[in-house]
């Protein structure tokens, strides 16, 4: 199989495929332009298995590069184009990639960079600049057939967000392309007609599966914008290309209840809103249902997973297994006690790239347990409760910094932008609470009351030894918050008291 092959044999041929500014593609031209950027990147060299690294901005171009590469056999790995040049210096590095797919503007420095690298990998830019002009090689290039692969050979890497750690490459394999859009097709009742949106961009996995995969699969339409995503770019987003289905993540949904545009959106025909990436509070479903009139579609997923594999679509907040999923407990656990729990998917990694201890942890037999906790509850819906790093046994009780968090984060409402709980041992040994908060602009006095009503309202052993107010929170590529740096910014602010 190819999974290049698959993820654009569907849609109907003047359908449109992907949108970007004032560009559109069909399916038609689509199946036209990948056969020949793969014809572009075999006359460049590329081998099969060779690895590719699409450094760029979402757009057309990106998609057709990066399927080009599936298409002749690669293996294309999306990088963040925000990412420093060190970082990303050590990636390629690391992953051992032969080419880097840049535009125009960074085609030079990326050249200096690719040549002090050990393998050299071939710069191809958009543009000038770079060792190969891409837009040559495609007007140059003929039209080759999929490369046949088997289903198990690497087709992508996607990084893990490095939200408790170092970033890690996972490998994905031909399969992605089988059955991507099982959750969009059953839970959402998607079709081709539909319209996907994902303010996450394509270097994420969230995005890069849900949204553009599974759109893909079902011949609807994707569209994407290579700008950041900010409350006033995603109305504006809504209102030029109507989307059906919106997929984004609880910031931005809390973002776009601060600025009042929630309304506005929920009025303009997106038949679902779904949030991943991080969990949703209870209290900001409710507001988002408030103010939009539908309520937001919960799901959890991971760079190992790929697609979404639980959602929760009601009040209660408890997930349930996505179409296609199955999930796997540990027996004889008490309920009351969170637990780590296996899933496997049509869309699961076999690995990562030489992690083998982490592999060894969170890969076994064709399942996958992430890093995440979960409790048990009736009909075997589980309640998230947050990372393993994030549960302390406090006053022999366990504590999730997710409760606390979603605690306190109720009491400010809208006065606090972002709260984040931290464990910190003392000095005799003992675990204690530390809050970083940081106010909504205007509303810092309000926030400071609000949150200190919250604390109080907390059960003993869950209450906080320290609340820092800071002007930001670290956050990783993604926009997810960094939680291996928050004991560094609590020591940060001890020592500035």
Request: with cysteine.
């Amino acid at each position: 199989m190819n999974a290049a092959l698959r993820l654009i044999s569907v849609g109907a041929g003047s359908h449109v495929a992907l949108e970007c500014g004032d560009r559109r593609l069909d399916y038609d031209a689509l199946r036209d332009a990948v056969p020949r950027a793969g014809g572009a990147w075999r006359a460049l060299g590329l081998e099969p298995g060779s690895r590719v690294i699409v450094y760029a901005p979402d757009s057309i171009e990106w998609v057709v590069a990066y399927l080009g590469v599936l298409w002749a056999g690669g293996v294309a790995i999306g990088v963040n184009p925000r990412l420093g040049l060190p970082e990303l210096s050590s990636i390629v590095r690391d992953s051992e990639v032969r080419y880097l797919w840049c535009e125009a503007g960074v085609a030079v420095a990326l050249r200096a960079l690719a040549e002090t690298a050990p393998a050299q990998p071939l710069v191809v830019s958009n543009g000038d600049g770079g060792h190969a002009d891409w837009e040559d090689a495609l007007s140059t290039a003929p039209t080759i057939g999929a490369a046949p692969r088997d289903e198990d050979d690497p087709a992508l890497w996607i990084g893990t967000s490095g939200t408790t750690g170092t970033p890690k490459g996972v490998i994905h394999t031909q399969r992605v392309a089988g059955n991507p859009h099982s959750f969009a097709e059953i839970v959402l009742r998607a079709t081709s007609e539909d319209r996907f949106y994902a303010t996450s961009k394509l270097f994420f996995a969230y995005a890069l599966a849900n949204s553009l995969f599974a759109g893909l699969r079902l011949g609807a339409t994707v569209i994407l914008d290579r700008e950041s995503p900010t409350p006033a770019r995603v109305d504006e987003m809504v209102r030029r290309y109507r989307p059906t289905i919106l997929f984004t993540v609880p910031t931005l949904y809390s973002k776009i209840l601060a600025e009042r545009l929630a309304r506005r959106l929920g009025e303009s025909g997106i038949r679902h809103f779904v949030s991943a990436g991080e969990a949703m509070p209870g209290a900001l479903r409710r507001a988002w249902l408030a103010a939009a009139g539908k309520p937001p579609i919960s799901g959890y997923g991971t760079s190992e997973t790929l697609t979404l594999v639980m959602y929760a679509d009601d009040e209660s907040g408890l997930l349930r297994p996505t179409p296609c999923a199955s999930l796997r407990y540990a027996e004889g656990i008490d309920p009351v006690v969170p637990q780590r729990i296996w899933v496997r998917n049509p869309t699961l990694a076999v690995g990562y790239w030489r992690h083998p201890e982490a592999q060894a942890d969170g890969f076994r037999d064709g399942w996958f347990s992430p890093g995440d906790m979960f409790l048990r509850r009736p009909e075997d819906r589980l309640e998230y409760a947050g990372r393993n790093d994030d549960l302390l046994k406090i006053s022999g009780q366990w504590v999730s910094t997710l409760w606390i968090e979603q605690a306190l984060a109720e009491a400010a409402g809208a006065a606090a932008g972002q709260i984040a709980a931290v464990g910190v041992p003392t000095a005799e040994g003992l675990m204690r609470i530390a809050i970083l908060a940081v106010a909504a602009p205007g509303r810092e006095e309000e926030a400071r009351q609000r949150i200190e009503a919250g604390v109080g309202n907390l059960p003993k052993h869950r209450r906080p030894c320290w609340v820092h107010w800071v002007k930001e929170l670290p956050l990783t590529a993604t926009g997810k918050v960094q939680r291996s740096r928050l004991r560094d910014v609590h020591e940060l602010a001890l020592a500035r008291q």
